[in-house]
T-cell receptor, first 113, second 112 residues
Framework: DAGVIQSPRHEVTEMGQEVTLRCKPI?????LFWYRQTMMRGLELLIY????????DSGMPEDRFSAKMPNASFSTLKIQPSEPRDSAVYFC???????????FGQGTRLTVV | TQLLEQSPQFLSIQEGENLTVYCNSSSVFSSLQWYRQEPGEGPVLLVT???GGEVKKLKRLTFQFGDARKDSSLHITAAQPGDTGLYLCAGASTGNNRKLIWGLGTSLAVNP
């Protein structure tokens, strides 16, 4: 299996622009997580899907952030409009329901200037 | 709110030394995981401990889960430069969703 695939690996954008991050989970994994990692706050869970349904979005910072999972093999995290404080590494992870082991993608390093 | 505190935050040692890093909480977890993250990559699972007092070994790495399932330690024997990375612990909540609570990590540098 190819593992969790994220794109793009790097994104540099200007403040105010829309940013879309993409994730393909491991086939057969029905839970998907979006995390944000910074030096100051470490790994923060943004949103969690189970069987394509958002279960817990309490970590989404504000309305500028939205996430979708239209099918079992694809999810997006969108930031609109982006701000410099959104600069971080964003990770997608997947796991099988009932299992605690999470498999992470390589992340998207976002820089908002 | 469940919190996981990891210590030390940073550690720089010479090749061949031994070290222990800690993961502590006031909350009980159903299981606890240790991950290693290398620069530019996502965290990769090293081990999951489930039973209080459990000890697991992975080559030169020894993981222990506290008796009360609130804390854990990772001991590395004869560290090598390849052990360099960010070590993260994550506790699974006792609720039905097994939500993971993450520590901030210990950044380890092993110098040749």
């Amino acid at each position: 299996d190819a593992g969790v695939i994220q794109s793009p690996r790097h994104e540099v954008t200007e403040m105010g622009q829309e940013v879309t991050l993409r994730c393909k989970p491991i086939s057969g994994h029905n839970s998907l997580f979006w995390y944000r990692q910074t030096m100051m706050r470490g790994l923060e869970l943004l949103i969690y899907f189970n069987n394509n349904v958002p279960i817990d979005d309490s970590g989404m910072p504000e309305d500028r952030f939205s996430a979708k999972m239209p099918n079992a093999s694809f999810s997006t995290l969108k930031i609109q409009p982006s701000e410099p404080r959104d600069s971080a590494v964003y990770f997608c992870a997947s796991r099988r329901t009932g299992n605690t082991e999470a498999f992470f993608g390589q992340g998207t390093r976002l820089t908002v200037v | 709110t469940q919190l996981l505190e990891q210590s030390p935050q940073f550690l720089s040692i010479q090749e061949g030394e031994n070290l222990t890093v800690y993961c502590n909480s006031s909350s009980v977890f159903s299981s606890l995981q240790w991950y290693r993250q290398e620069p530019g990559e996502g965290p990769v699972l090293l081990v999951t401990v489930v039973t209080g007092g459990e000890v697991k070994k992975l080559k030169r790495l020894t993981f222990q889960f506290g008796d009360a399932r609130k804390d854990s330690s990772l001991h590395i024997t004869a560290a090598q430069p390849g052990d360099t990375g960010l070590y993260l612990c994550a506790g699974a909540s006792t609720g039905n969703n097994r939500k993971l609570i993450w520590g901030l990590g210990t950044s380890l540098a092993v110098n040749p």
